[in-house]
């Protein structure tokens, strides 16, 4: 398959971006309209509206592709090339007004991210890689450094859920969450943040962070625990598709500091 012109894409998301910024300036003095979702979690109109927005631009770049977006599930066949998209990843952060949110889109091909693009408009961080052709921030190519312990110094994220089931007294970083996996994941391909841990995070908000990850260096596995049996073994990407969300704490980072988190982390 030829993957479609990244330039293209990225233009697409970063104007979704900012319409989303602007929208949600736009209702700055009388709020912004909640629901909650099944899982509690917020949804707001502008989720919505920027999902059918960039998915319509998406089937008009790459008619017969598939859609999976995180408010209104699958259009077409997920064993063809599928586009993976949260169009407001870290909506609780956006509804606060905490800045550290944004767009993510990713493509999966044969069970592979191939192409991924994530967006923060508040920040101004476009992070975008496609498969063997690298990653990027901006005009930054993103590389990891890989270590094999933590000085007190490094930073490492841990989603909401896996800060609640996992203990991590022995980890000697910071610890921080951003409330956006796909920001999480572009910092850690950055190295801005050393490695990701996260549990129940969904394939539409980590496609893109996946690839941009991988492509910088990192590796996707899940975490082993001192009361499990898990090896740890590669997160099966075509298994997450299916099931949408990750079922087992995983762990996105250099493979080195990935055996580190391995041994000193563990379930509560």
Not at 23 to 49: F, H, M, N, W
């Amino acid at each position: 398959m030829d993957l479609p012109d990244v330039e293209v894409v990225k233009k697409i998301v970063v104007q979704v971006g900012n319409r989303a910024r602007e929208r949600r300036a736009g209702c700055e003095s009388g709020g912004i309209d909640l629901e909650y979702k099944e899982d509690q979690s917020y949804v707001t109109p502008l989720d919505r509206e920027t999902e059918q927005y960039l998915k319509a631009e998406m089937a008009a770049l790459t008619p017969g592709f598939a859609f999976l977006g995180e408010e209104y599930g699958i259009t077409g066949d997920s064993d063809r090339p599928l586009w993976a998209c949260d169009p407001i990843d870290g909506t609780t952060n956006m509804v606060f007004g905490i800045p550290v949110w944004g767009v993510s889109l990713g493509l999966i091909y044969n069970q592979v991210p191939v192409l991924g693009v994530i967006y923060l408009p508040l920040l101004g961080e476009l992070f975008w890689a496609t498969k063997n052709g690298g990653a990027w921030c901006n005009q930054q190519r993103l590389q990891v450094t890989d270590q094999d312990n933590i000085h007190i110094e490094d930073t490492i994220c841990f989603t909401s859920n896996a800060l609640k089931t996992l203990s991590v007294e022995r980890i000697g970083g910071r610890l921080r969450c951003l409330g956006s996996i796909a920001a999480e994941l572009g910092y850690t391909a950055r190295g801005s943040i050393c490695a990701t841990v996260g549990l129940h995070e969904g394939i539409c908000d980590m496609a893109a962070g996946f690839c941009i990850a991988t492509e910088a260096g990192c590796a996707i596995h899940y975490l082993h625990s001192e009361r499990s049996n898990d090896p740890g073994e590669p997160v099966d990407i075509g298994a997450l598709v299916a099931a949408r969300r990750t079922e087992r704490h995983f762990v996105v980072g250099p493979p080195q500091l990935i055996n580190y988190l391995q041994r000193n982390v563990f379930l509560r």
